[in-house]
């Protein structure tokens, strides 16, 4: 059963860089398959697990992103995004 959030992006640098490094760490850790999109930029579904694939979604500060994760910790691994996107400065 896929399990899916919307997140609003609140740091500075957006989905960039360290923020996207961070976010790929997490994504990894968990065996789910994850995808992200950019909402308000009207980017299609990417492999969050992908660095390259993060930074092309240009989520910058006030965009939304969309979490879904397909899998046996799926749950877990969307609050962890959540969270996280919720923390990184």
Known sequence: MAVCTE???MNEVGLHARPA???VQEAARHQ????VR???GGK??????SILSVLMLGASKGHTIEIKA??????EAVRA???L???VE
């Open 85 to 87: 996107m919720s923390e």
């Open 32 to 35: 789910a398959d994850i995808h």
């Open 44 to 49: 299609d579904w990417v492999d969050a697990k």
């Open 81 to 83: 995004l959540e969270q």
């Open 38 to 40: 950019n909402v308000t």
């Open 70 to 75: 397909d899998g046996p910790d799926a749950e």
């Open 21 to 23: 490094a961070l976010f």
């Open 7 to 9: 997140v609003l992006v």
